[in-house]
Nanobody, 124 residues
Framework: QVQPVESGGGLVQAGGSLRLSCAFS????????MGWFRQAPGKEREFVAA????????AYADSVKGRFTISRDNAKNTVYLQMNSLKPEDTAVYYC?????????????????WGQGTQVTVSS
């Protein structure tokens, strides 16, 4: 089954850090742009961050700019989301998604493959 697999979620206090990982081996990873999205309770899923095939281009939601960093390791078929200075409003299920194209995209229909999600809970 072609599906990204997320890991690294958990419970953290406000101001703390977490690093999410996403492994994707269903296609040639180095040709796929990757993205992170999140869905908080009672809210729609929203864009968080995206990265192009080489890592040379990234995009972030305004709410996470300066706190979150997306990166990738094509040798390990893995994309990461480093989350610093976490806030209670960052609490959500975080989803990793893969495009079939190499360029950055911020809208959900641009992504063909989705993981099951990993829970991130930030306590105040």
């Amino acid at each position: 089954q072609v599906q990204p697999v997320e890991s690294g979620g958990g419970l953290v206090q406000a101001g703390g850090s977490l690093r999410l990982s996403c492994a994707f081996s269903g296609r040639t990873f180095s040709t796929c742009a990757m993205g992170w999205f999140r869905q908080a309770p009672g809210k729609e899923r929203e864009f968080v961050a995206a990265i192009n095939w080489s890592g040379s281009s990234t995009a972030y939601a305004d709410s996470v700019k300066g706190r979150f960093t997306i990166s990738r390791d094509n040798a390990k078929n893995t994309v990461y989301l480093q989350m610093n200075s976490l806030k209670p409003e960052d609490t959500a299920v975080y989803y990793c998604a893969a495009r079939t194209r190499p360029t950055v995209a911020t809208s959900q229909p641009e992504y063909a493959y989705w993981g099951q999600g990993t829970q991130v809970t930030v306590s105040s």
